[in-house]
């Protein structure tokens, strides 16, 4: 479940990280079968995801869920405490089907001010520490920064970022495909 980070926006689908982390997985010894999909729609916010997030689980039945929602609340100045509360709820949601969870970290430009930001941040450490998930504290780290892998908004990855992000969530999506020797179906994929 992601937004425009995930959704592959202003490109081809095929490009995006999530098409690229199938691809992964495919060259992966013992995870060749497994299904990625995408459920990622640009704009997405954590209620909005919240919403659908009924649906996705009881459509693909997921053993996995790679939860990548938050930037659109932070861009829109929502409360950092429900958008803490709408990640708590699909988390819990997703367990309840007996998926476990991938969150996916964002971080917001910082326009928005030291505190708004910091509040913003902590939520992706906090639920992870408190619901004991995997993490990945800033999916687009060494990328965001570098004007070369994105777009001219300045907010959203260019193609050859792609593959990097696709790398930095294999790189702990793997091992727990691997150790938990389960399929995914994963509803985040972008």
Known sequence: MGDSISAAYGMAVNDGWVSLLQEK??????????????????????????????????????????????????????????????????VRLSQQTGARVLLLGMKIPPSYGPRYIQMFYEVYSQLAEALQLPLIPFILEDVALDTALMQPDGLHPNARAQPLIAIRIAQTLIPLLQSSGSTIANPHTP
């Open 25 to 90: 997985l495919k060259q992966t010894p013992g995870l060749e079968q497994e299904r990625v999909v995408n459920a990622s729609i640009s704009g997405e916010t954590t209620g909005g995801g919240l919403m659908r997030l009924p649906q996705v689980l009881t459509t693909h039945k997921p053993d996995w869920v790679l939860l990548e929602l938050g930037a659109n609340d932070g861009l829109r100045g929502l409360s950092p405490a429900a958008m803490k509360s709408n990640l708590e709820s699909m």
